[in-house]
């Protein structure tokens, strides 16, 4: 296939320039590693951002994830809930713990987890004396869960949330910065995300105490001794000082990443948002996204084309698009896990998952690069 254009990617880094001068700094005290400044200050800069009390930097969102399980005990014998309609990354570390998951749908409100799922999750759960240790409730392309619905119904159940808010850094929900509902937020710096630190996670908390023993736990649990002394199993999963100089330098531009991809989202909607059978995902109103990505569905019997059409037209402009994730209900690795639709017989996600996909939306995408992808979506729609 010929190509006239560069490629248009969906999300690739971004820096700012910053980055290079913590760096340095990093450099020019030989803190390479193993800690050091860079990671002390990115913990706070990350913490006071998101007004929470403590932070831990890891080596990724996924460990994130897995040293919150390891925090609320959970082991094998053990239920956590988990959103269907999500990265792999969400749920795997369920299985490293040896535990069960079972995942609950989406509602089109907010593409994630369906209150009313949850709650009959966990009435059945409650009837049966088997409630789950935790609920794992994912933000999808920046916009948060109903958390103040989630919140209320786990607390009467009594079961801690863990925030998997890897791609809603920044977001909003009721005024407050996504990531912080639960007992415990994650993020994810990993290289598509709306900041990156080329690879990187951060677990966060309003219990200082668990963010300590996070960090002990991610520096392979080393008791206070002068020799190696270890009565428990630990990870290696700190962040490095080079990679929190990363950290440091996009945090300071992360709101800047936000205005301009909520400008992406604003220019698809306005030119493809009058298109029959196409929705865009919805913002409630009292929630902020951060548009990390631009995802939208295409009802085929309206539209007239369907999700794959366009993703093969964009492909032959040389545009990456990708369809909405694949629930994990639908996985091979879960076929065995629970599932609880949004309705006895209506599941959201499977539907999203049909017809959803999600269109370039990189902060350093071009004006031009964008008109491009608007003008190959729309002479598809044209020609069909
Ligand atoms: C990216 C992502 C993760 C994992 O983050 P990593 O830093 O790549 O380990 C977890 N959950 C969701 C929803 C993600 O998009």
């Known amino acids: 296939m010929k190509q006239d254009h560069d490629r248009i990617f969906l999300s690739s880094p971004h820096m700012s320039g910053n980055e290079q001068k913590y760096i340095d700094e990093a450099f020019a005290s030989n803190?390479?590693?193993?800690?050091?400044?860079?990671?002390?200050?990115?913990?706070?800069?990350?913490?006071?951002?998101?007004?929470?009390?403590?932070?831990?930097?890891?080596?990724?969102?996924?460990?994130?994830?897995?040293?919150?399980?390891?925090?609320?005990?959970?082991?094998?014998?053990?239920?956590?809930?988990?959103?269907?309609?999500?990265?792999?990354?969400?749920?795997?570390?369920?299985?490293?713990?040896?535990?069960?998951?079972l995942f609950i749908d989406s509602e089109l409100e907010t593409w994630n987890m369906s209150p009313a799922a949850l709650d009959r999750a966990l009435k059945d759960a409650s009837i049966h004396g088997k409630l789950p240790k935790a609920v794992i409730v994912v933000n999808l392309y920046g916009q948060s869960a109903q958390m103040d619905e989630l919140a209320t119904i786990c607390s009467y159940y009594n079961v801690p949330i863990i925030e998997d808010a890897a791609e809603s850094l920044g977001s909003e929900f009721q005024g407050k910065k996504s990531g912080t509902f639960g007992k415990f937020g994650i993020y994810s710096f990993n290289g598509n995300k709306i900041i990156t630190t080329s690879g990187g996670g951060a677990l966060v908390s309003n219990d200082k105490a668990a963010i300590e023993k996070a960090r002990f736990l991610s520096q392979q649990a080393?008791?206070?001794?002068?020799?190696?002394?270890?009565?428990?199993?630990?990870?290696?999963?700190?962040?490095?000082?080079?990679?929190?100089?990363?950290?440091?330098?996009?945090?300071?531009?992360?709101?800047?990443?936000?205005?301009?991809?909520?400008?992406?989202?604003?220019?698809?909607?306005?030119?493809?948002?009058?298109i029959p059978g196409v929705s865009f995902q919805p913002e409630p109103r009292g929630s902020k996204?951060?548009?990390?990505?631009?995802?939208?569905?295409?009802?085929?019997?309206?539209?007239?084309?369907?999700?794959?059409?366009?993703?093969?037209?964009?492909?032959?402009?040389?545009?990456?698009?990708?369809?909405?994730w694949k629930p994990m209900h639908l996985q091979p690795l879960y076929r065995h896990a629970g599932y609880y639709p949004h309705e006895?017989?209506?599941?959201?996600?499977?539907?999203?998952?049909?017809?959803?996909?999600?269109?370039?939306?990189?902060?350093?995408?071009?004006?031009?690069?964008?008109?491009?992808?608007?003008?190959?979506?729309?002479?598809?729609?044209?020609?069909?």
């Open 344 to 384: 006895e017989s209506t599941s959201v996600s499977d539907a999203l998952f049909k017809n959803g996909i999600c269109l370039p939306s990189g902060s350093n995408m071009a004006a031009e690069d964008q008109e491009r992808v608007i003008a190959a979506v729309l002479d598809l729609f044209e020609g069909r």
């Open 31 to 101: 803190w390479i590693a193993p800690l050091g400044n860079n990671v002390v200050e990115f913990e706070k800069e990350l913490a006071d951002y998101n007004d929470v009390k403590d932070a831990a930097v890891l080596n990724s969102g996924t460990a994130a994830i897995h040293l919150a399980l390891r925090l609320l005990d959970v082991g094998s014998g053990d239920t956590v809930f988990c959103s269907s309609l999500t990265f792999v990354a969400s749920t795997n570390p369920i299985m490293y713990q040896g535990a069960t998951p």
């Open 289 to 324: 996204s951060n548009r990390w990505l631009t995802a939208l569905t295409i009802d085929p019997a309206v539209a007239g084309v369907s999700r794959d059409d366009l993703i093969k037209q964009l492909s032959e402009h040389n545009i990456e698009a990708r369809p909405v």
């Open 222 to 274: 080393r008791e206070q001794a002068l020799h190696y002394e270890h009565v428990e199993v630990g990870y290696n999963y700190r962040m490095s000082n080079i990679v929190a100089g990363i950290g440091r330098g996009q945090l300071e531009v992360l709101d800047e990443r936000i205005r301009k991809r909520r400008a992406i989202f604003d220019r698809y909607a306005k030119a493809l948002g009058d």
